[in-house]
């Protein structure tokens, strides 16, 4: 019960936070079970992990929801970054594969000759795409959330 407890609170914790608290954590278990008290009576006084961690927090002066929303904003601005190169990517793929197509027939007098290209055994276009619509779909999603937040 109280490793599980613990393990909550670690996991809801930044990083650099996680040792100090986990430690006064485990000297609150340690001195509740010295007075009597059981680990399932120090959970109940404690309350949820995600208070005692946004308490926590408070008392040490980190604003976990100014951290919160850098994450986020971080991880929208990655989408847009991963949009736009593979969207560049995908419309250079195309103009080489319209480039190659140009250079079809060739010939003299006695009649035209084709020239055959071989290009990749995978179509790249089709996998560029895909990933530039996915990531400007999530970069739309981290935008319009963090507009709702702002208002």
Do not use: W
């Not at 103009?95 to 010939?107: D, K, T």
């Not at 779909?137 to 935008?143: S, T």
Request: hydrophobic share 50%.
């Amino acid at each position: 019960m109280k490793q599980k407890y613990i393990r909550k609170v670690k996991n809801a914790l930044p990083r650099k936070l996680r040792a100090e608290v986990l430690r006064d954590l485990e000297e609150i278990f340690a001195s509740a079970a010295e007075h009597g008290e059981t680990e399932e009576q120090v959970i109940e006084r404690l309350g949820c992990p995600c208070n005692f961690v946004k308490e926590a927090a408070l008392q040490l002066g980190v604003d976990l929801e100014k951290r919160k929303a850098r994450r986020f904003a971080a991880a929208g601005i990655t989408a847009v970054i991963v949009a736009v190169i593979f969207g560049i990517s995908y419309l250079r793929l195309r103009m080489l594969q319209s480039e190659a197509a140009s250079i079809g027939i060739i010939g003299g007098a006695d009649g035209p000759t084709a020239i055959l290209i071989a290009g990749p055994i995978i179509n790249l276009t089709g996998i560029l795409l895909a990933i530039t619509i996915i990531a400007v779909i999530i970069a739309l999603l981290f935008l319009s959330k963090l507009l709702k937040k702002k208002k």
